[in-house]
């Protein structure tokens, strides 16, 4: 998996591409969410439209960071769901508990100022 | 064909992933009807990737939607990845067997390892409101999900997963414990 991020009005954007899963990119975006949260950025989108592939890992990486993040008072939210991670998020219970958002422009704007 | 035993005996047998790549199974190129591919493989992640690589690669060769394709190679690797981590937990000298099956029907895959076995507690149910933030314990739940059929069956020692996946059938998973 790959990760880069820019930052678009006080939101760090994190572009995530490849596979999120055991070994592959569960440790890249642990590694992530903690370098961002240790720079006190903790209002992040996470792009996830050119993932192609989440497996239970990889959802279990999404939550915690979605709670870690939460747990320092800060918000994160989901962009650009392909099917296939829409589908997972579905049956897994979890599209409700993740604010996932399609337009980057409205993501950005929907963070607490 | 659907009903027969497996004539192709000769293609039975355990055999390294390695030295037995999809395009050796059937000297046709295609995993055809009533054959069975077994393979014995080290407890990594290496294994995992492989694993689920050829259950895409034969899932392809059988007439699924490209979903079903997809849905039943993440179930391998889910399962997987509970016998190598969570069953054999990465030991060097314990082995993860994953078997294929094209019984004309159905694809019909069992992957065994020899952990601890799997027990019903260590299941819990990851829509349960306490269980939906956990980082883990989704995999059971994925595989049910994705095939039509799943049996766990307890080995001495070890657990061995069977996945079923019915051709030209949008089944509703269901489950066996034996």
New interface residues.
């Given amino acids: 998996m790959k990760a880069s991020s820019r930052r678009v009005d006080g939101v760090t954007i994190l572009d995530l591409s490849g596979r999120i899963t055991l070994g592959e990119g569960s440790v890249v975006l642990r590694d992530q969410i903690r370098d961002l949260l240790g720079k006190s950025e903790k209002k992040i989108l996470l792009n996830l439209g050119d993932v192609t592939y989440i497996d239970s890992s990889g959802i279990g990486e999404l939550v915690s960071a979605f709670t870690t993040v939460r747990n320092q008072g800060g918000e994160l939210k989901l962009l650009n769901l392909t099917k296939k991670v829409h589908d997972l998020l579905q049956i897994t219970k979890l599209y409700t508990v993740f604010d996932v958002k399609d337009d980057e422009a409205s993501a950005v704007k929907a963070f607490a100022r | 064909m659907t009903g027969k035993l497996p004539i192709h005996l000769s293609r039975q047998g355990q055999r390294s992933l390695r030295d037995a790549e999809v395009r050796t199974v059937g000297s046709e190129n295609e995993f055809m009807t009533l054959e069975r591919v077994s393979y014995t493989l080290d407890s990594t ?1 290496d294994s ?1 990737n492989k694993a689920e690589q050829t259950a895409e690669a034969l899932a392809a060769k059988m007439p699924f939607e490209e979903e079903d394709c ?1 849905r039943i190679a ?1 179930a391998v ?2 399962a997987a ?1 509970n016998a190598v ?1 969570h069953g054999n937990a990465y030991d060097p000298k314990k082995k993860m067997t994953v078997s294929f099956e094209n019984t004309g029907d159905s694809l019909v895959i069992k992957i065994s390892d020899q952990g601890r076995g799997l027990r019903d507690a260590d299941i819990p149910d ?2 349960a409101e306490e269980n ?5 314990g ?2 059971i ?2 595989i049910r ?1 994705f095939m039509d059929e799943v049996k766990i069956r307890q080995l001495e020692p070890g657990t061995e997963i069977t996945l079923v996946k019915h051709i030209g059938q949008a089944g509703t998973a269901t489950e066996e414990r034996q």
């Fill in positions: 992640l995992v997809h993440m690797r889910e990845v981590l990851p829509l939906l933030l956990k980082q883990s989704r995999g739940f994925l999900s």
